[in-house]
């Protein structure tokens, strides 16, 4: 009776992992989506400002600036957490996978949650690069006499924002190379090197 029970609990604690398990991976394509989505608003907010035209509202360039903030805001969490935790491990020693994996779920994965964020990061990096360029030229379009030096300086501060994001966290090509060579020197040559994350 017992073994009965015992083996009931484990199926249930099974279930429940998977359910989570799938929780989260529909929560990081809910993320994924919505980066996604703001694609079309930026391709065509682009396309009127190449046309000289004025931007409106049923464009929906303003719900995609949002969702690329919160994006923003996520990632920059993420690399606060991931530093974090690199400052933990010790130094000049090797880690076990196993140990590394907890920091970074799906380091050793190549579509894990650590390389599906590093993908995330990256798009909204991208997409934020061109609403930057699309708030200067619009705003630039409809009063040309007006330097916006305010304006200027709130943009010239998102990119730098986004330059260090991008160059203190893996990523970019070359980031991603020193996560990648960071994670094997940490893991050690007898462990199994980390060679999804670049």
Known sequence: MSANADQKRQQAIEHITELLEQLHEQKLDDERNELDGCRDAIDKATAILLDQGKLGVSLGLDSAVHAIGKALAAAERRLAQWQSALDKLPDGKAVEIGTLSKSF??????????????????????????????????????????????????????????????????????????????????????????????
């Open 105 to 198: 779920p799906g380091v050793d994965d190549h579509g894990g949650t650590f390389r599906t964020h590093l993908e995330l990061a990256a798009l909204t990096i991208a997409l934020k690069r061109r609403v930057i360029v699309l708030q200067a030229v619009e705003h630039a379009q409809s009063d040309p006499g007006n330097l916006f030096e305010n304006f200027a300086r709130a943009l010239k501060a998102d990119q730098q924002r986004l330059d260090k994001l991008e160059s203190t966290s893996p990523v970019s090509w070359n980031a991603c190379r020193r996560w990648s060579w960071h994670a094997r020197r940490v893991c050690g040559p007898s462990s199994r090197p980390v060679k999804s994350i670049a």
